[in-house]
Every structure is written in C-alpha cells, then in structure tokens.
C-alpha cells in the first residue's frame, strides 16, 4: 500500500502519508488511487477536483456542507499551511474539538476529511497552493461556516493575529454554538 495512516486525535479523519520517490531530478508520488482508499475506510468516490492559491497568513475556513455533508482529500501541493479539522458530529466524544494538521510540499501528506467535521486552514509559507478532491460538486445553497477565531474552539493559528487575511463570508461566521442545533451530523463509530 502507497499510503501509511497517521495518528489522529478525533475519529473519522485520517491523515495519510504517501511514498514519495526522489533523487537529484526531482520526485514521483502516487497522490489517489480509488482502490487504496477504499482499502483504508475512504469509501466515497471523489467527483471535483479543486485548486486554490494563497498568500502567507491567509484562512480559509472552517467550512462545511448541510445535507448528506461532503467529503474531501486536502494537499498542500505548493508551500506550505497548518490545516484543521473541527468535530461537529451530534454525540460525538470530541465534538467542538479541533485538530491541526501540517501539510506542505515537503512531507506530501493527504487530508482525509469526512462529513460532519469543519475545515479551514492557514498558509504558513510565502505562498500556497491547496488542492483538494470532493465526493460533492459544489453547491452554495449547502455550504456553511464557523468562525476561524471561535474561543470555543481553541484554534492556535501560526501566523500572528494581526497578520491574518479572512474573507468577509469568514469574518462574519456564527460561532459552533450559535448553529448547533441546526447541524445535521450525528456521530457514528468509525
């Protein structure tokens, strides 16, 4: 298998690391095969790819998809950023406990982030490129927020405070309590 599973501390994420191959050319990584996933629990097949650019101190998140929710496998392909993962599972042990992840074009790996967690992150590096896989195309109409800066949370973000650059739609999020009797997910164990 291509894929070793790391240590996470909530249920249902898994963080991957790929083997890379490189020398004095450069580097070869497998980074999806559908079967390997599917053999480590990943079950969903991935519909969209996208692609985003960021500059350092950008966030992105923490956001999230009503309905059956969407799964994702998050790289940073380019640079470097401190991924992080928020338990909004109903009945769930770690619910409203986030966890962070470095992801960079170093260490290749791969973020599996199931429905019912919140995602965001922060670039650390000069600039990054995220690329992500969805099991969900895109809808606005099922796609929601929580505050980057929730104190609920505890997010230690590694870029100083007033160095961060959030979007309008991020700054203006509700806090995890504010929606959470509107959350559809439930906790299962995985």
């Not at 380019?78 to 042990?93: E, F, Q, Y």
Request: aromatic content about 10%; glycine content about 8%.
């Amino acid at each position: 298998m291509p894929f070793e599973v790391l240590p996470t501390k909530l249920d249902g994420p898994k963080l991957l690391q790929p083997k890379a191959f490189g020398d004095d050319r450069g580097f070869f990584v497998e980074s999806y095969r559908r079967s390997d996933m599917m053999a480590l629990g990943i079950q969903e097949e991935m519909v969209q790819d996208n692609h985003s650019r960021s500059s350092r101190g950008v966030v992105r998140g923490l956001h999230f998809t009503v309905g059956r929710g969407a799964g994702k496998l998050v790289r940073c392909a380019r640079g470097a950023i401190h991924d992080v993962l928020v338990d909004i599972r109903r009945g769930s042990p770690t619910y409203g406990q986030a966890e962070g992840y470095d992801l960079d074009d170093d260490n290749f790996r791969i973020l599996y982030c199931p429905p019912g967690f919140a995602h965001g992150f922060c670039v650390v590096s000069d600039l990054a490129d995220v690329v992500y896989k969805l099991d969900a195309y895109y809808d606005p109409a099922t796609e929601r927020e929580i505050s980057y800066n929730d104190p609920a949370l505890g997010i230690t973000w590694p870029v100083p405070a007033d160095e961060l650059q959030v979007s309008q739609r991020d700054l203006d999020a509700p806090l995890l309590a504010d929606v959470a009797d509107g959350l559809p997910f439930t906790y299962a164990k995985s």
